[in-house]
């Protein structure tokens, strides 16, 4: 038993070694350090015209406030489609780094 509680912790100790050796420095030292996020809805009369059209406005409603942001993040959940399949609705929240 204590020989697999001592791999069990040579594994831990391994594993925060590796975790702290891939850590990132500066991830944004180019300007982009202003975090925006925006959640808004869109619709479409297929799926990809719907998410796009969400997505779309995200983005949109994070570069009104952060005039310059990397591409950022997206999450979209499915909120309504119509029994006919004619309307697609997307909630979308988007994240981005930005220049302030």
């Known amino acids: 038993m204590r020989k697999v ?3 069990r912790r ?4 391994s594993a925060v070694v590796a975790g702290l050796a891939t850590t990132t420095v500066a991830a944004h030292a180019d300007g982009y350090d202003t ?3 925006a959640t808004v809805d869109g619709a479409g009369n297929t799926h990809a015209a719907g ?3 969400a997505e779309q406005r995200a983005r949109n ?4 406030v952060g005039h310059d942001c990397d591409p950022g993040k997206y999450s979209s ?14 909630r979308t929240t988007h994240w981005a780094m930005c220049v302030d």
């Not at 040579?10 to 100790?13: A, D, K, N, S, T």
């Not at 959940?77 to 997307?90: D, E, K, M, N, Q």
């Open 35 to 37: 975090p925006r996020s």
């Open 10 to 13: 040579l594994g831990l100790v």
């Open 77 to 90: 959940t499915l909120i309504y489609a119509s029994p006919g399949g004619g309307t697609w609705v997307f």
């Open 61 to 64: 409603a994070v570069l009104a």
């Open 5 to 7: 509680t001592w791999l």
């Open 51 to 53: 998410l796009a059209a």
